[in-house]
């Protein structure tokens, strides 16, 4: 069901760093095939089913930037949690690079969620740490990652403080510091902004794309915010009201090495633009605004 | 309706099980120490109806009553006092706190010393206990009325007996009930306490005597009978507590 | 709050210097209450003496260990009833009501089972500290965020390993609030039963020395169980504030 749809025709058909090298098998990084998720109501009858999610057919291409927008309660997050192997698919199969995800968590994936999932009990650095216990390496590598780790996200000067002594934005970023310290080779958020004021958002999502550079990792974000996705994101797939499914993916054509300010290019306008001619009527339909099948 | 019968389911599982619990202990440790729920109850239906045991309540619930007035009353008078000057809350809050952590039973043969052996001395006892969780709760209360309230209060120029009764107590109402629901059973447990110790009358003496002289049908029935009446009137006051609260909060 | 704090101290002193008054002048006469300061004499010379140091060692030994029974059954309970609604439904209305149940009253049981010893009495501190370390650890475990539970998933963390480095240590302080409590429990629960029935111990002590009058005896022993008690309570509270303070929350 998912279809590519050429936003320019004069997008870059040439290659990007990081792309595959022409040769290599197009095994994708991450794939959902014929996935739906379906929840059983909780004190009610085994029949009466809540269909979050589905059918999905996705497939992340091993380095790319994709993002999801979709109006509320369409499944996002059930979305990016089966690919976590959070939860697991009622129908259909995830895999990641290959191997089929089933209710165990992958190596070589990291998470941000939305609410600040710091550990108020311990300082800044010991968080970060935390993310290395499994990790097989010896205590200097492991003060090396925590450190490169501070200076990438500018936690340095806060090292010793308690996560309550930061600040929203802060705190958001130890969280990214500590998923980075595993050098994930997938990186999931979710809405990992929601919680920040716009211009804080503007610049996190700079930082995201240095990351996203430097790390070389796939990166699937989920966010509320079109102008967000366009800006950061190498596709954007558009989600339906639920039962989720992706009703459009956009390719935005933006090369490897831009920044917030993308937001002047003459072709962002458009994609926004697009996103939301697909948006709007889901969007209706998920506050109630709109009955299936009406003309909006 | 199903949340109300499944609370009553639950409440009948425990019941049950407690019973169950009971009958089993009484196997393994025998007539020595215990006798069995049906022994008990035996016993107790006809003991209720005794005159020795109509004395005893009397005096008991006389001195449970008194305690219970008084721990409300000041505590109440505490609570909104301290709730509601800043300062003074802040000086004497810990205070209470502290005092709230004394084992009051070490105070007690102070107070036996100070209210000699009579009623007095119980109800001294009963009040202490129940008139610091009563403070606390009340204190905290007062302070959690939102200020939006008493503005509009303010606004209306309301007299300050009027800022009081129409607008801090039914505000605070829901947690001042949480104080005294627990004010209610540490009063009633204090005046026990005290009448176990030193007291010629009163269920705590009969209590009492009934361990000194190894009673121990004496000691089960009037262990169930206390237990009974402290955790009726303790649902009671819950059930009252989560409806003033539910009223609040929808 | 600086001034607060002097005040307070100053508030204490004043009452202290007025007992201090009462006494001398004899409007406290001396088979009520001592002088303070004789108190605090009388104190220093029984320790030094070291005459009751058997009594006080065993009372607060036996203290310790109701203490730590009630923490570690109430804390590992507390971790088994969360993950079991059914039971913790059930239990819930027991939990409400259980301080007002008279725990002493099994106390004769305890020791035709266990004997006059240690035994009966630790129990008893236990039972009293046990419910209120279950209610807080509850409380603690109730409000750990679902963000930080997923997160342990992502980390690929069992169940155990999310138990020791995610959970407790997030609900720390709220099993910290139900461990002073305990503090306070076991303290009244020996006391208590040494006061019944007991061959020794403060309790013991403080009955012996109240029935031949010895004040001398008897004052110091409860200004030694004041402040005991008073001291680990803020030891405890401070700790506590500490914990939250650094969480941004107090």
Known sequence: ????????????????????????????????????????????????????????????????????????????????????????????????????????????????????????????????????????????????????????????PFADSYPAQ????????????????????????????????????????????????????????????????????????????????????VETGWPRDRDSRIVQDERFGAITARLWRALREESMKSIGALKPGAQP | MNRRTSILRNTLTLLVAVVVLWQLLYWMVGDVALRSPAQTLEFTLRFVTTEQFAGHLAETARAFGMALVLAVVIGLGIGFTLGGHRFLGEVFEPMLIALYSIPKITLYPILLLAFGLGISSKVAFGTIHGVIPIA??????????????????????????DMVTRIIFPSALPEIFAGLRIGFSLTLIGTLLGEMFASQRGLGFLLMSAIGLHNVDLIMTLTLLLTLFAGTASVILLAINQRLRSRMSA | MKGARVWRVAILVACVALLEVLCLTGVIDKLTMQPPHRMAVDLVNMLVSGSLNGAIAKTLGNAAVAFVAAVVLGVFGAIIIHRLRRVRDTLEPLFATYYAIPVFAFYPMLIIVFGLNAAPQIFIGAMLGVVAVIVNTLNGLDRVPNVLLKTARIQQMGARETAWRITLPYAAPYILTGAKLAVAYSLIGIIGAEFIMSNGGMGYEISFAYNNFDNKTMYPLILLILIVSVSINMLFARWEKSILARRGLR
Request: contains cysteine; glycine residues 10%.
């Open chain 1, 1 to 156: 069901m998912s279809h590519v749809a050429q936003v320019y025709p004069h997008a870059l058909p040439g290659r990007r760093a990081g792309d595959p090298k022409p040769g290599t098998p197009a095994v994708a990084h991450v794939s959902m095939r014929d996935v739906d998720k379906l929840f059983s109501r909780p004190g009610g009858n085994p029949d009466d089913t809540f269909h979050a999610l589905g059918p999905i057919d996705l497939e992340l291409r091993q380095g790319e930037f994709f993002a999801v927008v979709g109006p509320s309660g369409c499944g996002k997050t059930t979305l990016l949690e089966l690919v976590a192997g959070l939860s697991t698919a009622t129908r259909g199969e995830v895999a990641f690079e290959g191997e089929p995800i089933v209710g165990r968590i992958p190596d070589g994936v990291g998470v941000v969620f939305q609410e600040d999932a710091s550990f108020p009990w311990l300082t800044v650095r010991d968080n970060i740490a935390f993310g290395l216990r499994r990790l097989r390496i010896d205590a200097q590598e492991k003060t090396r990652r925590v450190d490169r780790a501070l200076a990438m996200m500018g936690l340095a």
């Open chain 1, 166 to 249: 930061l600040s929203g934005g802060m705190r958001q970023r130890v969280c990214i510091a500590r998923t980075l310290v595993t050098e994930p080779r997938l990186i999931l958020l979710d809405e990992p902004f929601g919680a920040l004021d716009q211009q804080t958002r503007l610049l996190m999502g700079d930082e995201v794309l240095n990351l996203w550079r430097k790390t070389g990792a796939t990166v699937f974000l989920i966010t509320h915010a079109l102008d967000e996705a366009t800006m950061l994101a190498d596709r954007i797939g558009v989600m339906s009201a639920r039962p989720g499914r992706l009703i459009d993916i």
């Open chain 2, 136 to 161: 606390l709760f009340t204190i905290n209360a007062v302070r959690n009325v939102r200020a939006v309230h008493l503005k509009t209060g303010k606004v209306m120029a309301l007299s300050p007996l």
